[in-house]
C-alpha cells in the first residue's frame, strides 16, 4: 500500500513538475510571436560599389580600391555604380573618402580622354598657378632645374586639363596643387621622370586649330 501511495505521489509531481515546464515554454512562445507580429520587417538592401580607402582626383579605381555595402533601398544614391561594374576606364574626377558609395557623377564623362591617352595626375609647385585653372584649358607644362646655369625646358604643350581635384576634399601635407592632365603614355613618362628633378610650371596657351 505505502508503496503504491508513494507511486501516486511521484507521479503527482511529475504531472506538476511538467505542466510548469509546459506553461513556461508556451508563455514564452507567446512572448516571441507577439514580439515578431509588430516588429518591422528589416528593410531591403542593395550591393554598391564604395571606395575601400581614400582615393584622389584622377585616379582610376582597381579591385583593390573597392568594397561592397549594403545599404537601405530608399538610401541608395542615384547613379550609384553596382558590383560588377567595368571601371577599367573610369577616372576619378574628384577625390572620394573612404566608405563612400561611388556615382557616375564622381568620374570623369566618357570620352574625356580620347584615343592613345591617358589621365595623368600632375602636382604643380605653386598653388596660386593651379587655382587660375578651369577644366577644359589648354596649357603648356615647363620644367625648371636649380643649377649653375638656370634653364627651363618644354616637357608637353597642347595639354588639356581634365579635372582640378578639390584639396579640402582629401587634404595632404604636400606643397602645391594636383591638376590631372591627359597626355601619352611617353609623355606620362616624360613628366613623371621630369618631377623627380624639376620644378614644375604651365602656361595657359590657345586650343589647336582643326586640320
Not at 139 to 146: E, K, M
Request: charged share 20%; glycine share 6%.
Amino acid at each position: 500500500m505505502n508503496r503504491s501511495h508513494s507511486f501516486l505521489r511521484n507521479l503527482r509531481k511529475a504531472v506538476r513538475w511538467h505542466r510548469r515546464l509546459l506553461a513556461g515554454v508556451s508563455a514564452a512562445a507567446a512572448v516571441y510571436f507577439a514580439l515578431a507580429a509588430v516588429s518591422p520587417e528589416p528593410p531591403q538592401t542593395v550591393a554598391v560599389l564604395a571606395a575601400s580607402r581614400d582615393l584622389p582626383g584622377g585616379a582610376v579605381p582597381s579591385s583593390g580600391d573597392l568594397r561592397t555595402l549594403h545599404l537601405p533601398r530608399d538610401l541608395v544614391p542615384t547613379g550609384v555604380l553596382r558590383p560588377g561594374s567595368d571601371l577599367a576606364r573610369r577616372i576619378l574626377a574628384t577625390p572620394v573618402r573612404s566608405g563612400e558609395p561611388l556615382t557616375d557623377a564622381r568620374f570623369l564623362s566618357p570620352g574625356t580622354l580620347g584615343a592613345d591617352l591617358v589621365a595623368y595626375p600632375l602636382r604643380l609647385d605653386d598653388a596660386d598657378i593651379a587655382a587660375l585653372l578651369r577644366v577644359g584649358d589648354q596649357i603648356a607644362i615647363y620644367g625648371a632645374t636649380s643649377t649653375a646655369t638656370p634653364a627651363a625646358s618644354l616637357l608637353a604643350e597642347d595639354v588639356r586639363v581634365i579635372t582640378l581635384p578639390n584639396p579640402r576634399a582629401s587634404p595632404t601635407n604636400a606643397a602645391g596643387a594636383l591638376i590631372v592632365v591627359a597626355v601619352s603614355s611617353e609623355t606620362a613618362a616624360r613628366l613623371a621622370q621630369a618631377t623627380t628633378n624639376s620644378r614644375l610650371t604651365i602656361a595657359l596657351t590657345a586650343p589647336p586649330k582643326a586640320p
